[in-house]
């Protein structure tokens, strides 16, 4: 039986085509099969709007499987995390979300008019879903400080700090890998 995993890219001038698309590659080597990541594009991706990427990315999750993987990269994650927490229902059948160098909207992350921070971010996602962090800690893009905001956010969350890892992990998902793996 096939799994699938829902990869949401980042934003940015020609992050699906030229960055992102690096990172679900690694990420469906590294899976292997029965795997099979869905790798959408995402509207308006060099300046990604809440609103539109969250009524895609609720339909693509509604047409998942039971067991299915979600996986945000920087504000995909971002924009991710706060959908699910506006919408729980869509991880009834949710295996694990995966969020990767995501920054953190809310007290000590960064300002949105787009994105509206969720105080109790952690209490709004069911118990049951297993919730991972990952940052490298020479992230320029978004700073590592971001994972800690999460992992306060999101108490049970378990969070990876990765060395020497740049805002695209190095082009390297082996460890989200490995954690899905060990998941099941």
């Keep these: 039986m096939t799994r699938r995993v829902l990869f949401v890219q980042g934003g940015g001038a020609g992050a699906h085509d030229q960055w992102d698309d690096k990172l679900a590659a690694s990420l469906e080597r590294a899976l292997g099969r029965p795997f099979d990541v869905r790798y959408p594009r995402m509207p308006d991706e060099d300046d990604p709007r809440f609103g539109a990427w969250s009524a895609i990315l609720q339909r693509e999750i509604a047409a998942l499987d039971a067991d299915a993987v979600l996986v945000g990269h920087s504000v995909g994650g971002t924009i991710l995390i706060h959908m699910l927490a506006e ?23 960064w300002p949105s008019d787009d994105i509206e921070a969720k105080p109790n971010l952690g209490a709004r996602l069911p118990r049951d879903v297993a919730v991972f962090l990952y940052h490298g800690d020479a992230d320029e893009t978004v700073p590592v400080a971001h994972l800690d905001l999460y992992a306060r956010a999101i108490t049970r969350a ?26 099941d």
């Design 87 to 109: 919408h729980p229902e869509l991880l009834d059948r949710i295996a694990g979300v995966y969020l990767i160098a995501a920054p953190f909207v809310g007290d000590g992350g």
């Design 158 to 183: 378990r969070a990876r700090v990765l060395p020497g890892r740049d805002h695209q992990l190095n082009n390297d998902l082996s460890e989200v890998a490995r954690d899905i793996l060990t998941q």
